[in-house]
């Protein structure tokens, strides 16, 4: 044995109690194919099975040499040889960091092994420890994958050596971490600011954020400038997302958080964009029974009402003109920047036909066309364009009631009126049979001069006098 070798035994073995248990160091003489062979300095040297010395890849991690730490099983069995450990001074070890660990409430590390009953198994070095299912996480956990395959840091919250007990909590761990985070965010959290964070869950009205030990709101209608139905279409839970702080409550710890406004309001000069009367393309994003949303550009999108959809048919419903996702044109019919709404039109983007109408005939102009219904105080007639003209009852005969004249006339008749008027802005077109023939009392005005003697038969006479 060398001079050194027994100075550094001597050192190690100062102090120690020779007895089974205790942990002293030895030295590596040899190492074999199924042994480490060590000198403790006691009365004969230890083979250990060398499994107690391969690391995680199977290699033998000594080489003759070495120090190591060895627990005394034995000092003499029965053939007279010293029994020395490396498993066991290594659980020794690993107790007295974790009695430490538990009188300091410090943090120690280790990894899940496996799933029992009510938890988890956790290596903890050379032990093994429970770790409770409600103390995994702040949060319950239903998969454990991301837990697994990582080294992490737990609390011991009981320890009994004796009967080889330890429990453990991650949570107590997580929740220092966020408590710690917690605090740094609030005293620098201001309006305005720009941050990051992950997101935490979905929800019908938005999305929560975790910003660090504290969670912050992101409102549905603060996700992007354009129309969006769930937060899942823009977002998935663990997403990192840069938000903007639009709201803090010190008070009640609550976060407001927009994305949206992370860009510029395409609402800003809408109206200088989108003078009255532009012409324009846009994709339908959404029908419902009073019109169609159309979405000219990212985050602004127009109504077309049902009444601006068809010159002719004002109670068409809106998925019988246009679908989802198509391109139509549309008009610009008002502009309000401060409710930010526009009003679009699809009909003005074709021809009026009641505008055509008048410019293809005045008045007086004879027209033939069917009667497409009749009603208490006219007779509709249908036109080209798909337009109609009202035949008034008065204008249906010189000499005869309207009320009694309009039995002469039915449903899907072809008649000849004339153009008696037409308002393209009110839409309204009126014609007249009886204007087609001349007025009988005038022309028999125009026949007989004033002073002319004439025949008739008296039909009534009272006070006033005679009809004739």
Same mark, same amino acid.
């Given at each position: 044995?060398? /001079? ?20 002293? *160091? ?17 009365? *004969? ?15 033998? *991690? ?23 450990? $490396? ?45 409770? %299912? ?40 997580? /929740? ?96 200088? $964009? ?22 000219? /550009? ?41 409710? $930010? ?47 109609? %003209? ?30 008696? @008027?037409?308002?393209?802005? $009110?839409?309204?077109? @009126?014609? %007249? ?22 025949? %008739?038969?008296? *039909? ?9």
């Amino acid at each position: 044995m060398s /001079e050194t070798f027994e100075q550094l035994l001597e050192e190690s073995l100062k102090g120690s109690v020779m007895q089974t248990g205790a942990v002293i *160091s030895a030295e590596v003489v040899d190492v074999n194919g199924d042994y480490v062979v060590v000198n403790a300095g006691l009365k *004969s040297e230890s083979e250990i099975p060398a499994t107690q010395f391969r690391d995680a890849d199977g290699a033998v *991690s000594v080489q003759i040499g070495d120090f190591v730490e060895v627990a005394i099983e034995a000092l003499e069995d029965g053939f007279g040889n010293t029994r020395l450990s $490396r498993e066991r001074a290594r659980r020794a070890k690993s107790w007295e960091t974790l009695k430490v660990a538990f009188e300091n409430e410090s943090v120690v590390t280790g990894f899940l092994t496996g799933k029992v009953k009510g938890g988890f198994t956790v290596s903890l070095d050379e032990v093994r420890a429970f770790l409770p %299912g409600s103390l995994a996480d702040v949060r319950p956990v239903t998969d454990s994958a991301y837990l697994e395959n990582r080294e992490l840091e737990f609390k011991v919250i009981k320890l009994d050596q004796a009967r080889n007990n330890v429990v453990v909590s991650r949570r107590a761990v997580v /929740e220092q971490e966020m408590q710690e985070e917690r605090s740094a965010l609030l005293e620098n959290l201001e309006e305005g600011q720009v941050i990051t964070g992950i997101v935490k869950n979905l929800t019908d009205y938005g999305a929560f954020v975790n910003l660090g030990g504290l969670d912050g709101l992101l409102h549905i209608t603060d996700i992007a400038w354009k129309r969006v139905k769930h937060p899942s279409e823009a977002l998935n839970v663990g997403d990192e997302v840069t938000v903007r702080v639009l709201k803090f409550d010190r008070e009640r710890n609550r976060v407001s958080l927009g994305m949206k406004q992370l860009g510029e309001d395409p609402w800003a000069d809408i109206a200088r $964009r989108y003078p009255e009367k532009t012409r324009i393309f846009g994709k339908v994003t959404n029908i419902t029974d009073y019109g169609a949303f159309v979405e000219l /550009e990212e985050g602004v999108e127009g109504l077309v009402h049902v009444s601006e959809m068809d010159w002719t048919n004002k109670n068409v419903h809106p998925n019988k003109v246009c679908h989802l996702g198509d391109e139509v044109e549309v008009m610009v019919l008002e502009v309000d920047s401060d409710r $930010r709404r526009i009003s679009l039109g699809m009909k003005q983007c074709t021809g009026n036909p009641w505008e055509e109408f008048a410019a293809t005939h005045q008045r007086n102009d004879k027209i033939t066309g069917e009667i497409k219904s009749i009603t208490d105080f006219g007779v509709f007639i249908g036109l080209e364009g798909g337009i109609d %003209g009202l035949i008034h009852l008065s204008d249906l005969s010189w000499d005869r009631e309207g009320e009694d004249a309009v039995r002469d006339f039915k449903k899907g008749d072809q008649i000849t009126a004339v153009v008696l @008027s037409v308002d393209p802005d $009110r839409e309204r077109i @009126s014609l %007249g049979i009886k204007q087609a023939q001349d007025d009988p009392f005038n022309a028999y005005v125009g026949a007989h001069s004033k002073g002319a003697s004439v025949k %008739g038969m008296i *039909s009534s006479v009272d006070a006033k006098g005679a009809v004739v």
